[in-house]
């Protein structure tokens, strides 16, 4: 598949990479596929929202402009994520100790409790293209970004093809497949929808021991313990 020059603001079809390291060359990003029988995250969620079907997830509010950016972490479906991530917690750990571990190869820390993202149609959803460095994430950690609906065009994540380069693709997946990218170097956030689907998403990051001990992090919070679980993925 191909993937069009697009530059920041304008709309293109991304694609999908397989098998490449996250940010090499043309490529931004790669898709690891898991085991949705055993990690139903989707369902799971919908349950939780009381949601049958997750891209209908605020129909009626879609286009009302009743969410910006500044305030995209305090919807009632994140309260409800947050308050009873409980009910995901062994699923998302099992996640991480067999299909994240063998993925990263290493020994590596991993974000305590995921990033939900909702976004819904004719709205710019929560993320402003940045890159995680502004925000001070370290240097070697990666993005696993899970989607729980289908995720194309105008309702994913947009990740810049290379550094500095400002040409974006919008990444693809589904339920059971997972979009992993260098976020903390490269530029990635969210347009307006324009697909008439909502997008149900979350994320987190994972960091290899080596990378996190040669940053040398040990402030504002990310660190094991409080921002990274407390325990590593050996």
């Given amino acids: 598949m191909t993937t069009s020059d697009t530059s920041l603001g304008q709309v293109a ?23 949705y029988d055993e990690h139903p995250f989707t369902d799971v969620v919908a349950g939780l929202f009381g949601e049958a079907e997750l891209e209908r997830l605020g129909a009626a509010l879609a286009g009302s ?42 020994p590596f820390y991993f974000q305590a409790v995921p990033t939900l993202r909702v976004h819904l149609p004719g709205e710019v959803g929560g993320s402003e293209f940045h890159t995680d460095r502004q925000f ?8 696993f970004w899970l989607p729980l609906t289908r995720a194309w065009g105008t309702n994913s994540v947009w990740i810049e093809r290379d550094v500095g380069d400002d040409v974006f693709v919008a990444a ?13 170097e490269l530029r990635h956030g969210s347009t307006v929808n324009e697909t008439r689907r909502t997008r149900v ?14 940053s040398g992090m040990s402030q504002d ?14």
């Fill in 136 to 143: 001070g994430h370290p240097v070697g950690e990666l993005n």
């Fill in 13 to 35: 079809q991304g694609h999908i990479s397989v098998r490449h390291h996250p940010g090499d060359g043309d490529v931004p990003y790669d898709l690891v596929q898991f085991n």
């Fill in 201 to 214: 998403s979350f994320d987190f990051r994972c960091i290899a021991v080596s990378d996190f001990e040669s």
């Fill in 65 to 106: 402009d009743h969410r910006r950016r500044q305030t995209d972490q305090a919807s009632i479906w994140h309260r409800q994520f947050y308050d009873s991530f409980d009910v995901l917690r062994a699923t998302y750990r099992d996640l991480i100790e067999h299909e994240v571990r063998e993925y990263m190869d290493e």
């Fill in 221 to 234: 919070g990310f660190v094991p313990g409080a921002y990274y679980s407390a325990d590593l993925i050996a």
């Fill in 172 to 184: 693809e997946a589904s339920p059971g497949e997972i979009i992993v990218f260098n976020a903390v």
